[in-house]
């Protein structure tokens, strides 16, 4: 069997812990959360191959997962939004068998950057970060194996957000429907500083993580195909 890894997952971490502590001044009225756009699925998985992984070059567009649509419907006050798919580079390995080479996937991750309340027009604005990315395309077991190396033993979060199974580590979620394992995480810092309904002792860092990040997770879990827990 085949595993894939993201070869910048654990740099990723290791920068969003050790960001630096300064930010720019935060003047954003608080911002309204709404319910993210929740339909039929309207992502089809591709086949997969021989070694239970899909093609890499048909994994789902990230930017497809999460459109500018999407976060819009979930946070109505934005004023400017834009999208920047990447590719990434997969290592593949046959367990017990070598390291495994690299492959590349093209587009399937995104970068989504947005200002809300007419905040680009600051002086020291910045935008805030969604990123999506693709973990693993292909059959059932394939996309599970993949699933469980990442989330290892983080407790499930009750429900899977709209998919079979989400866990958090610490900003970003990694999930799975049968066929597809995708991750939903954020930058290091938020610009926006209060959201509409946040507790006063909580962070809106916080609250975004732990609040608002998770409608995002359900608006890709609803294009998906969930199938049955394996």
């Not at 997962?65 to 400017?80: E, G, H, N, S, Y």
Request: glycine content about 8%.
């Amino acid at each position: 069997m085949l595993r894939t890894r993201r070869t910048a997952v654990a740099a990723l971490a290791g920068g969003l812990l050790t960001a630096g502590a300064c930010a720019p001044a935060r003047t954003t009225p608080p911002i309204r959360v709404a319910a993210p756009r929740i339909g039929t699925p309207t992502v089809s998985p591709p086949p997969a191959e021989a070694d239970g992984l899909s093609r890499f070059d048909s994994w789902p567009k990230a930017c497809d997962l999460l459109t500018a649509a999407d976060v819009r419907a979930v946070l109505p006050q934005i004023t400017k939004i834009t999208q920047t798919p990447r590719e990434q580079q997969i290592k593949v390995t046959n367990l017990g068998d070598g390291e495994g080479d690299d492959r590349d996937a093209p587009d399937t991750s995104c970068e989504t950057r947005f200002w809300v309340a007419g905040t680009e027009k600051k002086r020291h604005a910045e935008p805030d970060l969604i990123r999506v990315e693709d973990v693993a395309v292909g059959d059932t077991d394939t996309v599970k194996d993949n699933y469980e190396t990442l989330a290892g033993s983080r407790p499930r979060i009750p429900g899977g957000l709209g998919a079979l199974e989400c866990v958090r580590d610490v900003t970003d979620y990694y999930c799975r429907t049968s066929r597809v394992a995708f991750s939903v995480g954020t930058g290091p810092s938020l610009y926006i500083d209060r959201f509409v309904g946040q507790p006063k002792k909580v962070e809106a860092r916080t609250y975004w993580v732990g609040t608002v990040l998770p409608e995002f997770v359900r608006s890709i879990a609803a294009k998906l195909p969930r199938g049955r827990p394996g």
